[in-house]
């Protein structure tokens, strides 16, 4: 069967673990550059993936995002609040849209190179702080990919039901290596641990059972940096 696909990969975990987990229709992948404080380090770690599967990567430029939207994401670590993803703190974590408007050049893109459908990583656990990630969200922007284009692209959304523990699960069982991807939303050269992503990051790998000793070397790192 021919590769048909692109992917939108972030470089974390759950869209690396798609990369692998359906590496056989993945034709190109591509990486959005749009300001975030990890968008650096998730970018060297989707090249490396992509390397190893020999799918080829993309970079595209939206660094008006970052220039023009409002996020804490955007805003430098020290804008990031710590805690749980449920916790009305993580709101200011959102930019607006962003998945919206990542789909959309994902699609032009993907129309572009004669290929059927776009594939986006969202899951369960993104539901409750980040609209763009809803079910509602991804079947009306599928319908919209399938209206906008000549060949009706599909919107793959496969992980959208499954938690981030299921899919660190997913991704013990297709061997994939969590040391080459990257989730702290403060972007620093190491996970602070505290963060609402390195909090669901850390307890999707103990749910999988996935001890990755360079997290919590790094995590000790960055807790030792802020106390000199």
């Given at each position: 069967?021919?590769k ?10 759950d ?24 968008n ?6 989707a ?6 599967l ?14 023009y ?18 916790d009305?703190?993580?709101?200011s974590?959102?930019?607006?849209f ?49 209206e ?27 061997g994939?290596?969590?040391s ?29 059972g ?10 000790h ?8």
């Amino acid at each position: 069967m021919a590769k048909d696909a692109l992917l939108v990969l972030s470089g974390g975990m759950d869209s690396t673990t798609m990369l692998w987990d359906y590496a056989d229709d993945i034709a190109v992948a591509v990486t959005f550059q749009y300001g975030s404080n990890h968008n650096k380090r998730e970018a060297e770690c989707a090249r490396w993936n992509c390397e190893k599967l020999g799918i080829e990567w993309i970079e595209i430029d939206l660094s008006f995002m970052g220039e023009y939207f409002k996020s804490s994401l955007l805003e430098g670590a020290d804008a990031i609040p710590e805690g749980n993803y449920d916790d009305e703190n993580m709101r200011s974590t959102v930019v607006p849209f962003r998945n919206g408007i990542m789909l959309s050049v994902a699609a032009g893109l993907a129309e572009s190179r004669g290929l059927k459908a776009v594939m986006i990583a969202n899951h369960s656990g993104d539901h409750a702080i980040y609209p763009d990630c809803r079910p509602g969200f991804i079947k009306a922007m599928g319908q919209a990919i399938g209206e906008g284009t000549y060949e009706h692209l599909e919107l793959r959304a496969p992980y959208t039901g499954l938690t981030k523990g299921e899919i660190a699960l997913r991704g013990k069982e297709l061997g994939v290596d969590y040391s080459h991807t990257y989730s702290c939303y403060k972007g620093g050269e190491h996970h602070c641990g505290k963060c609402g992503t390195c909090v669901e990051r850390r307890e999707a790998l103990e749910f999988a059972g996935i001890t990755l000793e360079n997290d919590r070397q790094n995590e000790h790192s960055s807790a030792n940096e802020k106390e000199t």
